[in-house]
Each structure stands twice: as C-alpha cells, then as structure tokens.
C-alpha cells in the first residue's frame, strides 16, 4: 500500500496546494508514461520562468524510457538512484550555460545561470504538481561521463536530473527505495536562516 | 490607469494559474505594507524548497521600508533599479551558502547552491502569487557593498534582491519606471533549448 499524501511539514501548512504538498516522491509508477502535450507543459512551465536580464541560460534533455538519452543516463547513475530514476515516466536533464557560447553570447560567469535553472526546475516542479505527477531532483549520477555522451558542448554544464512520473506501489520496489519515502521531512526554523536589520539580527 | 493582467506568452496559455499569470512587475503600490503573517508565508515556501541534500543553503535578510536593512539597500541599487524598488512593500535579500561554515558545514562548491537559492526563490514566488501579491527579482545593486555592510560572512554570497508587493499606480512614477511594465514579454521556442536523443537532436 502506498500513502497517498504525507502531513505537511511544520511551517508549510499554510502553503499553497502544489508547494505544501509537494515532496520528492521516490518510487514511482514504472507503467505510466506521459503524453508529449503533458511532456511539453512541463516544459513550458521551465521556459516561462523569469531569469536575470532575461537570458534564458537553460537547456533540457528528454530523457524517456527508451530513448538514447536514457539508455545514458542510466548507465551512470549512484548505486543509491540506480533503483528509482529508472522507473520514473520521464527525466529532465538539466543544462546550465556557464559560460559564451561561440558567438560570444552568454553568460561570463555561472553564478547567475546555475540561480536561473534552479528556478526553472522549480516552475517545472510547480507545474507538474498542478498536472497531479510527482518530481525528484538529483545529482546523483556522473554528470561529465553523461554529457560527453550525449555531446553536450563546454558552454554547458549538467546540473540534476528532474524525475517525473505518477506515485508507485512499494510492493514493487527494494526495501531501500521504499524506505525513501519514509524519511522525516525536516527543515531549518525561520530563526537559523532569516534575519532583520543586519545578518545575525533576528527578523521579529 | 493600470492594466491588472497581461496576455499570457506563447506556449504560456495552459500553465497552471500562478505561473500562467507571473510576470515581473515594476510598479508597486507604495503604501501597501505586508503584516508579519505575510512575510512569514513567503519565508516559510521558501524554507520547504527541495535542496540538494536537503543542504538548504540558504538565508535571507527582510528589508522592509524604514528597517536598517533596506536603508543600506536603498543607498546601493543601480540608477534604473532606484526608483521601483523602494516601492515594494518588501525586498527579500536572497543569499547563498557557498562555502563550509567555521565548523566545516556547508557546501564545498557554490554550484548547487546557487541552484538551490533560485529553488527557493521560485517557491516565494509561487507563494507571493497565491496570496495576490507580486514580485521583481533583480540583481541591479552592489552586492558586495550591502554584504559587507551588513555583516554578512564570507561563506555566504548576496547574490538578488526579491522584490514583492502589490501593484501601484502608473500615475505615480516615472514614465521610465511605467515604460518597464509594457515591455513585450518573450522567450526562446522550445526548440531552441530542448532536446531528445542527444544534444542537438530535437525531442519530437
């Protein structure tokens, strides 16, 4: 049996919807696959995300069972992701552009580009909650080794993979995938990470 | 007069409500001022953004109109970013981890950091969204200056303000500052970012 939804955590109770109820979901349905217009809306939510000067420093790579690109990235994930990321509908490779690209468009430092695709990621992630499908980012894998398959250009670095897919049974997966989704949810208190006047000076 | 909603863009239309209707506002209201709850929501969507190994390597500092912080703000934003930005009710500065702590905590690279800050970033703002609030994320100010005045550590890194707010009167700025809000909203097609097989192959 799998449980449908998990209590939010302290803090996120008055959240909206797709972010109070919102957790990285470890095991997935290996038998639903998404269909190209649900695929794409997920993309748009990722193409619509603000960035700085609106440079747009992001790329994709559709990584869905069957396709070369996964057949990839699945050679090269940890041991720990080996077991999940497989059964997942479809994974998001996701590009940063850290530097210009032979035309000299671009950016000259990564900082804001690496900002950037983490918000996009996230737009995607708010996105596919609406659509009632499940997210789990990792980096768990050996980025380089994929992106030199896969002929990824210097100008870009690999950053995660973005799973998507719908809830599975955890009858049908390890022990260890299962006690995934059993973790405690915890975060940081507001008093360890937000301050007021100055850095250290508590806010309220 | 002030338009209340823009078209959505192009491949926009079918997103979910608040990502169909975010755009980056630049006229706030300069009398709205947010209760204590408000500020606590935007804080607390930010605090359950997913973070590569749950790092959360993140911190904020409020600065609201007449605290210490934004005065130091105030004093550092660019020409084209002091006029709007003192008319939000309130400016998140976002920071990020981007190096271990005195004890040997936190990140050794700011890689993900910076991925994760934008994460948190995007959940506030999603959040901002649902309570009818807007927001104008930018990065037009010296960052070095506000830290340093500010107190902020070395392992720490002010990379944006967030600005957040509801909507003002164009009748009360700058025909500059009015001008930023007709601006035509555009983005990169699909295709020139997303991929299938391999990079530079498209994905359908």
Chains 1, 2 share one sequence.
Do not use: C
Not at 54 to 71: K, L, S, T, Y
Not at 75 to 82: A, D, K, P, T
């Amino acid at each position: 049996m799998t449980d449908l939804l998990r209590t939010p955590g302290p803090g996120a109770e008055g959240l909206t919807d797709h972010l109070r109820e919102r957790w990285s979901v470890s095991v997935f349905d290996a038998a639903r696959e998404l269909g190209d217009e649900e695929i794409a809306a997920l993309l748009h939510a990722a193409q619509w995300a603000p960035s700085a000067g609106n440079g747009q420093p992001w790329a994709f790579i559709v990584a869905e069972r069957g396709n070369a690109a996964h057949d990839v990235l699945v050679q090269h994930l940890s041991r720990g992701n080996s077991g999940w990321v497989p059964r997942a509908s479809v994974v998001f490779l996701a590009l940063a552009q850290v530097a210009p690209d032979e035309d000299g468009n671009g950016p000259k430092w990564p900082t804001y580009a690496y900002y950037d695709l983490g918000q996009a990621a996230a737009h995607l992630t708010v996105q596919a909650a609406s659509m009632g499908l499940w997210v789990h980012q990792f980096a768990g894998f050996d980025q380089e080794a994929v992106a030199r398959e896969l002929g990824v250009p210097d100008h870009f670095q690999l950053l995660t993979g973005i799973a998507v897919g719908a809830r599975g049974n955890h009858d049908e997966v390890s022990e260890d995938d299962a006690a995934r989704e059993r973790r405690d949810r915890i975060r940081k208190p507001l008093e360890q990470f937000v301050y007021g006047d100055r850095w250290g000076q508590p806010w309220r």
